[in-house]
T-cell receptor, first 111, second 116 residues
């Protein structure tokens, strides 16, 4: 039973356009959400996070939106760049508990 | 500052062999974790530690042992390797995050393990 789901295995976007990566969760106890980015043959790197007391967090080209009632979060990348091509993992944790990861979405940004 | 280091980068084992994957961090992080990444499964937690001398099981602990004798090191032992343990293994470390849980984790480069 996957508590964190990324239903799109892959996404292809033109350079300069917006990339939207989606993530759904089932555990209502989750109160902290993170996005990680992973290039081939490297470990994941932290990108951006949001706590459940907020509905939006921005960091440069990256914005994460949280909709608690829908148990849904999304990562927006604007504008998308070829260097953004990677696997993106959504992760969530509950109070004092460990991270649960989604299966990942492969983003390809075409130039 | 080397961050999180893992050795070896690649390993091939025969069924039944044992081995230890090494992980070290130089950031004085309290939390350390081991994950495995399999196609379509994302990252799944094997074991984790919230400090020296304290370890606990994650989602997929069977067939693996860990110990945490120092803050810096967190080795993962495969007791008797099986083909189902063919995977990419990542070690991670972090300070406690918001609400005391695991915060932003720093990952090592991974160990690609094949069990024949």
């Amino acid at each position: 039973d996957q508590q964190v789901k990324q239903n799109s295995p892959s996404l292809s976007v033109q350079e300069g356009r917006i990339s939207i990566l989606n993530c759904d969760y089932t555990n209502s106890m989750f109160d902290y959400f993170l996005w990680y980015k992973k290039y081939p043959a490297e470990g994941p790197t932290f990108l951006i996070s949001i706590s459940s007391i907020k509905d939006k967090n921005e960091d440069g080209r990256f914005t994460v939106f949280l909709n608690k009632s829908a148990k849904h979060l999304s990562l927006h990348i604007v504008p998308s760049q070829p260097g953004d091509s990677a696997v993106y993992f959504c992760a969530a944790s509950a109070w004092g508990n460990k991270l649960v990861f989604g299966a990942g979405t492969i983003l390809r940004v075409k130039s | 500052n080397a961050g999180v280091t893992q050795t070896p980068k690649f390993q091939v084992l025969k069924t039944g062999q044992s081995m230890t994957l090494q992980c070290a961090q130089d950031m004085n992080h309290e939390y350390m974790s081991w994950y495995r990444q399999d196609p379509g499964m994302g990252l799944r937690l094997i074991h984790y530690s919230v400090g020296a001398g304290i370890t606990d099981q994650g989602e997929v602990p069977n067939g693996y042992n860990v110990s945490r004798s120092t803050t810096e090191d967190f080795p993962l032992r495969l007791l008797s390797a099986a083909p189902s343990q063919t995977s990419v293994y990542f070690c991670a470390s972090s300070y406690p995050g918001l609400a005391g849980g695991m915060g932003e984790q720093f990952f090592g480069p991974g160990t690609r393990l094949t069990v024949l």
